[in-house]
């Protein structure tokens, strides 16, 4: 098979490196300028909306920490409110039994 078509000393696919060299230079042109229009765009047309948009990222992650904190206290406070409960109900059998008691002494 004969590759002598796709490259030579002068050549390359049939286009000479001169055209090569103007094709690569269209392409980075054209690729600058797509870049340069893209980081304008996000700039101008997005900036409010990228701005807003880390606000609320930054409001939401100290509302998270803030709901951790409250989870944190919340289970604390019910241990707390199950060792309150539980010692209001014995401090109530014990009132209850001393009434009881007084009762029984003075009808008997």
């Known amino acids: 098979m004969n590759w002598n078509w796709l490259i030579t000393r002068h050549t390359l696919f049939s286009l000479g490196w001169d ?9 980075t042109t054209i ?4 870049t ?8 101008d047309f997005l900036g409010e909306t990228n701005t807003q948009l880390k606000i609320l990222n930054h409001n939401m992650e100290v509302k998270n920490q803030h709901d951790a904190k409250v989870d944190k206290r ?9 060792r ?22 003075k009808h008997h």
Request: net charge negative; no cysteine.
């Open 19 to 27: 055209e090569w060299a103007s094709i690569f230079a269209i392409l």
């Open 31 to 34: 690729v600058i300028v797509v």
């Open 36 to 43: 340069w229009l893209a980081k304008k765009i996000k700039k």
């Open 74 to 82: 919340l289970n604390e406070g019910h241990e707390k409110f199950m």
């Open 84 to 105: 309150h409960d539980f010692t209001l109900k014995d401090h109530e059998k014990r009132i209850k039994r001393l009434e009881d008691d007084e009762y029984d002494n």
